[in-house]
Protein backbone atom coordinates (compact mmCIF):
# COMPACT_ATOMS: atom_id res chain seq x y z
CA UNK A 1 0.00 0.00 0.00
CA UNK A 2 1.39 3.32 -1.00
CA UNK A 3 1.06 5.86 1.39
CA UNK A 4 2.82 8.60 -0.45
CA UNK A 5 2.22 8.92 -4.30
CA UNK A 6 3.92 10.48 -6.97
CA UNK A 7 1.69 9.95 -10.12
CA UNK A 8 3.66 11.47 -12.68
CA UNK A 9 6.45 9.76 -13.33
CA UNK A 10 7.82 12.57 -15.61
CA UNK A 11 7.89 15.81 -16.18
CA UNK A 12 9.42 18.34 -18.81
CA UNK A 13 9.37 22.19 -18.55
CA UNK A 14 11.00 25.06 -20.59
CA UNK A 15 13.86 26.99 -19.19
CA UNK A 16 12.36 29.74 -16.90
CA UNK A 17 9.16 28.92 -16.68
CA UNK A 18 7.40 26.93 -13.59
CA UNK A 19 8.03 23.45 -12.70
CA UNK A 20 4.89 21.98 -10.67
CA UNK A 21 5.59 18.64 -8.79
CA UNK A 22 2.88 17.34 -7.66
CA UNK A 23 2.47 14.57 -4.22
CA UNK A 24 -0.65 13.11 -2.58
CA UNK A 25 -0.49 10.68 0.83
CA UNK A 26 -3.07 9.02 2.51
CA UNK A 27 -2.01 8.29 6.18
CA UNK A 28 -3.58 11.22 8.10
CA UNK A 29 -0.94 10.68 10.80
CA UNK A 30 1.72 12.12 8.95
CA UNK A 31 2.85 15.49 10.09
CA UNK A 32 6.39 16.46 8.28
CA UNK A 33 6.80 16.60 4.43
CA UNK A 34 9.92 16.69 2.58
CA UNK A 35 11.30 17.24 -0.77
CA UNK A 36 14.63 15.40 -2.00
CA UNK A 37 16.47 16.21 -5.25
CA UNK A 38 18.59 12.73 -6.48
CA UNK A 39 21.01 13.23 -9.43
CA UNK A 40 22.07 9.92 -11.12
CA UNK A 41 25.02 7.76 -9.10
CA UNK A 42 24.29 9.89 -5.96
CA UNK A 43 22.37 9.79 -2.71
CA UNK A 44 19.00 11.59 -2.29
CA UNK A 45 19.98 15.71 -0.96
CA UNK A 46 17.59 17.46 0.94
CA UNK A 47 15.58 20.50 -0.67
CA UNK A 48 13.01 21.66 1.37
CA UNK A 49 10.12 20.77 3.82
CA UNK A 50 7.21 21.70 5.48
CA UNK A 51 5.65 20.74 8.92
CA UNK A 52 1.71 20.24 9.33
CA UNK A 53 0.98 23.45 10.89
CA UNK A 54 1.84 25.31 8.03
CA UNK A 55 1.03 25.42 4.44
CA UNK A 56 3.27 26.73 2.38
CA UNK A 57 7.36 26.98 3.44
CA UNK A 58 9.48 29.41 0.44
CA UNK A 59 13.03 28.83 0.12
CA UNK A 60 14.80 30.81 -2.58
CA UNK A 61 13.34 29.45 -5.83
CA UNK A 62 11.85 26.33 -4.31
CA UNK A 63 8.09 26.53 -2.53
CA UNK A 64 6.59 23.96 -0.97
CA UNK A 65 2.42 23.99 -0.65
CA UNK A 66 0.55 21.99 2.08
CA UNK A 67 -3.22 21.18 1.20
CA UNK A 68 -4.18 18.85 4.64
CA UNK A 69 -7.64 18.62 3.23
CA UNK A 70 -6.98 16.73 0.76
CA UNK A 71 -3.80 15.15 1.42
CA UNK A 72 -1.86 16.81 -1.15
CA UNK A 73 1.11 18.97 -1.49
CA UNK A 74 3.25 20.27 -4.36
CA UNK A 75 6.58 21.86 -5.06
CA UNK A 76 7.01 24.77 -7.15
CA UNK A 77 10.08 25.49 -8.94
CA UNK A 78 10.37 29.16 -10.26
CA UNK A 79 12.28 30.01 -12.76
CA UNK A 80 13.27 26.44 -13.61
CA UNK A 81 16.73 25.89 -14.62
CA UNK A 82 19.08 23.26 -16.33
CA UNK A 83 20.71 22.33 -12.77
CA UNK A 84 16.80 21.41 -11.46
CA UNK A 85 17.12 17.99 -14.03
CA UNK A 86 17.00 15.56 -11.41
CA UNK A 87 14.55 13.13 -9.62
CA UNK A 88 12.42 14.52 -7.10
CA UNK A 89 11.26 12.52 -4.30
CA UNK A 90 8.16 13.50 -1.97
CA UNK A 91 8.83 12.17 1.59
CA UNK A 92 6.59 12.27 4.53
CA UNK A 93 6.91 11.60 8.53
CA UNK A 94 5.20 11.34 11.63
CA UNK A 95 6.61 11.60 15.02
CA UNK A 96 5.48 8.94 17.16
CA UNK A 97 5.88 5.90 14.00
CA UNK A 98 7.91 3.67 16.13
CA UNK A 99 8.98 5.80 18.60
CA UNK A 100 12.12 7.58 18.03
CA UNK A 101 12.51 5.84 14.34
CA UNK A 102 12.90 8.58 11.90
CA UNK A 103 11.54 6.62 9.00
CA UNK A 104 10.90 8.76 6.03
CA UNK A 105 7.92 7.21 3.78
CA UNK A 106 8.99 8.12 0.31
CA UNK A 107 6.90 8.76 -3.23
CA UNK A 108 8.47 6.53 -5.79
CA UNK A 109 10.08 10.15 -7.48
CA UNK A 110 8.97 12.14 -10.48
CA UNK A 111 11.63 12.82 -12.69
CA UNK A 112 11.86 16.69 -14.52
CA UNK A 113 13.65 17.61 -17.07
CA UNK A 114 14.52 21.54 -17.76
CA UNK A 115 14.36 22.16 -21.66
CA UNK A 116 17.01 24.63 -22.57
CA UNK B 1 33.32 17.95 4.55
CA UNK B 2 30.03 16.38 6.41
CA UNK B 3 29.29 13.08 4.73
CA UNK B 4 27.98 9.85 4.66
CA UNK B 5 30.29 7.28 3.38
CA UNK B 6 28.95 4.05 1.41
CA UNK B 7 31.28 1.03 0.44
CA UNK B 8 30.97 -0.26 -2.00
CA UNK B 9 29.39 1.63 -4.49
CA UNK B 10 28.93 -1.46 -6.58
CA UNK B 11 28.73 -5.47 -6.29
CA UNK B 12 28.11 -8.62 -7.96
CA UNK B 13 27.39 -11.59 -6.13
CA UNK B 14 25.91 -14.51 -6.53
CA UNK B 15 23.20 -16.44 -4.58
CA UNK B 16 24.06 -17.50 -1.02
CA UNK B 17 27.57 -15.72 -0.45
CA UNK B 18 27.77 -13.64 2.71
CA UNK B 19 28.47 -10.22 1.97
CA UNK B 20 28.73 -6.24 4.10
CA UNK B 21 28.13 -3.18 2.81
CA UNK B 22 29.72 -0.52 5.20
CA UNK B 23 27.94 2.94 5.97
CA UNK B 24 30.36 5.54 7.87
CA UNK B 25 29.15 8.99 8.88
CA UNK B 26 31.42 12.08 9.87
CA UNK B 27 28.57 14.08 11.53
CA UNK B 28 28.07 12.54 15.36
CA UNK B 29 25.12 11.64 13.83
CA UNK B 30 22.72 9.26 16.39
CA UNK B 31 20.42 8.27 13.79
CA UNK B 32 21.38 5.88 11.03
CA UNK B 33 19.00 3.70 8.55
CA UNK B 34 19.16 1.74 5.58
CA UNK B 35 16.78 2.33 2.40
CA UNK B 36 16.30 0.10 -0.96
CA UNK B 37 15.19 2.02 -4.10
CA UNK B 38 13.07 -0.28 -6.43
CA UNK B 39 11.59 0.42 -9.76
CA UNK B 40 7.83 1.93 -9.11
CA UNK B 41 8.29 1.55 -5.00
CA UNK B 42 10.00 4.46 -4.15
CA UNK B 43 12.87 4.10 -1.13
CA UNK B 44 11.46 1.83 1.63
CA UNK B 45 13.47 1.38 4.87
CA UNK B 46 14.75 -1.77 6.02
CA UNK B 47 16.60 -1.57 9.23
CA UNK B 48 17.14 1.93 11.98
CA UNK B 49 19.64 2.46 14.95
CA UNK B 50 19.05 5.37 17.56
CA UNK B 51 21.90 4.84 18.78
CA UNK B 52 24.86 2.47 19.35
CA UNK B 53 23.38 -1.22 20.04
CA UNK B 54 20.00 0.04 19.53
CA UNK B 55 18.64 -1.22 16.35
CA UNK B 56 15.30 -2.23 14.84
CA UNK B 57 13.86 -3.43 11.88
CA UNK B 58 11.66 -0.89 9.06
CA UNK B 59 9.51 -2.18 6.78
CA UNK B 60 11.44 -4.79 4.77
CA UNK B 61 14.16 -6.20 7.18
CA UNK B 62 13.59 -9.98 5.85
CA UNK B 63 17.02 -11.26 4.90
CA UNK B 64 19.14 -8.04 6.13
CA UNK B 65 21.11 -8.13 9.28
CA UNK B 66 22.47 -4.72 11.03
CA UNK B 67 25.04 -3.70 14.30
CA UNK B 68 25.48 -0.51 15.58
CA UNK B 69 29.06 -0.65 17.60
CA UNK B 70 30.12 2.12 17.41
CA UNK B 71 27.99 5.51 16.57
CA UNK B 72 29.71 6.14 13.38
CA UNK B 73 29.57 2.48 11.68
CA UNK B 74 26.33 0.79 10.47
CA UNK B 75 26.80 -2.12 8.20
CA UNK B 76 24.25 -3.83 6.54
CA UNK B 77 24.56 -7.62 6.12
CA UNK B 78 23.33 -10.20 3.93
CA UNK B 79 23.97 -13.69 5.22
CA UNK B 80 22.83 -15.59 2.14
CA UNK B 81 21.68 -12.87 -0.49
CA UNK B 82 18.90 -13.76 -3.17
CA UNK B 83 18.05 -12.58 -6.50
CA UNK B 84 15.23 -10.47 -5.13
CA UNK B 85 17.60 -8.58 -2.70
CA UNK B 86 18.96 -7.18 -5.86
CA UNK B 87 18.27 -3.25 -5.46
CA UNK B 88 20.09 0.08 -4.97
CA UNK B 89 20.54 0.82 -1.06
CA UNK B 90 21.15 3.87 0.66
CA UNK B 91 21.79 4.78 4.49
CA UNK B 92 21.20 7.95 5.60
CA UNK B 93 21.89 9.48 9.26
CA UNK B 94 20.45 12.51 11.10
CA UNK B 95 21.18 14.06 14.27
CA UNK B 96 18.35 13.38 17.37
CA UNK B 97 17.22 16.82 18.35
CA UNK B 98 14.31 15.55 20.21
CA UNK B 99 10.74 13.81 20.15
CA UNK B 100 9.47 16.59 18.59
CA UNK B 101 12.21 17.88 16.89
CA UNK B 102 11.93 17.25 13.32
CA UNK B 103 15.48 16.20 11.47
CA UNK B 104 16.39 15.85 8.07
CA UNK B 105 18.34 12.49 6.72
CA UNK B 106 21.77 12.70 4.91
CA UNK B 107 21.72 10.14 2.45
CA UNK B 108 25.16 8.06 1.42
CA UNK B 109 25.87 7.62 -2.76
CA UNK B 110 24.12 4.29 -2.43
CA UNK B 111 25.22 0.61 -3.54
CA UNK B 112 24.00 -0.69 -6.68
CA UNK B 113 23.86 -4.57 -5.52
CA UNK B 114 23.36 -7.23 -8.12
CA UNK B 115 22.76 -11.26 -6.86
CA UNK B 116 22.92 -13.61 -9.61
Known amino acids: DQQVKQNSPSLSVQEGRISILNCDYTNSMFDYFLWYKKYPAEGPTFLIS?????DKNEDGRFTVFLNKSAKHLSLHIVPSQPGDSAVYFCAASFVLSNFGNEKLTFGTGTRLTIIP | EAQVTQNPRYLITVTGKKLTVTCSQNMNHEYMSWYRQDPGLGLRQIYYSMNVEVTDKGDVPEGYKVSRKEKRNFPLILESPSPNQTSLYFC???????????????FGAGTRLSVL
Open chain 2, 92 to 106: ASSSDRGLFAKNIQY
Open chain 1, 50 to 54: ISSIK
